[in-house]
């Protein structure tokens, strides 16, 4: 049976038969969409802020260096968590 | 007629106009490849506003893609490759129950199939009842086995071009292949079983 159905379909001619005027439909279609693929642009503004902003940090660090903020050494982590905890405890206790 | 300008270029040139911003010149690729891409879409759609969304949704695709389109193979090919994907995802889309039973076959395809058993050859192939008969039973094919089937059994293509066309791989295609004819088997069975109930 699944040969003989298989034959039937084969068999069966489809037709090619397109609407009256049917590539205007697409056209028409295509201009409501526009020439520019959505994602394509995004992708474009994004390569186009890439310059800028690289130009931007590099000014900011430019500025930062000669601030000399790079010269200072950092205070150790576990000072700097401790004088944090006892600003916090001090603050509270003139707050009694 | 401006039209009548891009008659004799070739696809390749279209194409580089088009993505020059020509875009008037795509509707010279529809005009081309629309009767093609309306067979292949009447292959899985039963309604003609159907088939023509999907003509017109795979023109639209191949507009917004046609950037990445590099050209390895003729344009034709990615166009079908196109077509068929989308078919494909209507099929999915437009799942009904496949459950429904056979119990409300015509006379004339209740005919077909009691000329079948008598006589399998002298069923005639091109029998309404027996094209309808088809129809149905593809329909209860969920739309990977319909897909293989038609294209591998129906259009006859080999398994290297139904890979091409899906995007699938070579092993995929044979698995698939596999579980549609058994799944077909499935539901002729179902169809002798409701024909005597």
Known sequence: MHLKLMAVARADPVPEGVPYAFEQRVMARVGLLGSVDPWAAWGTVLWRAVAPCLGLAFVLCAVTWSSGAFGEAAPPLDDALESTLLAVTDAGSEAW | ?197
């Open chain 2, 1 to 197: 007629m401006a039209d009548s300008l891009h008659v004799d270029r070739d696809d390749t040139e279209l194409i580089e106009c088009i993505r020059k911003g020509e875009v008037e010149v795509f509707a010279e690729l529809v005009r081309r490849y629309q009767a093609r891409v309306f067979r292949t879409a009447r292959r899985y759609a039963r309604r003609e506003d159907e088939v023509e969304d999907i003509v017109q949704e795979v023109f639209l695709k191949v507009h917004q893609k046609l950037e990445g389109f590099r050209g390895d193979a003729p344009f034709e090919h990615w166009l079908m490759r196109v077509a068929v994907r989308t078919c494909y995802d209507f099929l999915r889309k437009h799942q009904r129950s496949r459950e429904c039973s056979f119990t409300d076959l015509s006379p004339e395809e209740d005919d077909w199939l009691e000329r079948y058993q008598g006589a399998p050859a002298s069923a005639p192939e091109d029998a309404a009842a027996a094209r309808e008969l088809v129809r149905r039973v593809m329909e209860h094919l969920s739309p990977a086995a319909r897909l293989v089937i038609t294209l591998l059994e129906i259009e006859e293509r080999s398994v290297k071009e139904i890979a091409s066309l899906t995007g699938w791989s070579i092993s995929l295609v044979k698995v698939r292949a596999f579980r549609a004819r058994a799944e077909m088997r499935r539901v002729l069975g179902r169809l002798a079983r409701d024909r005597y109930l």
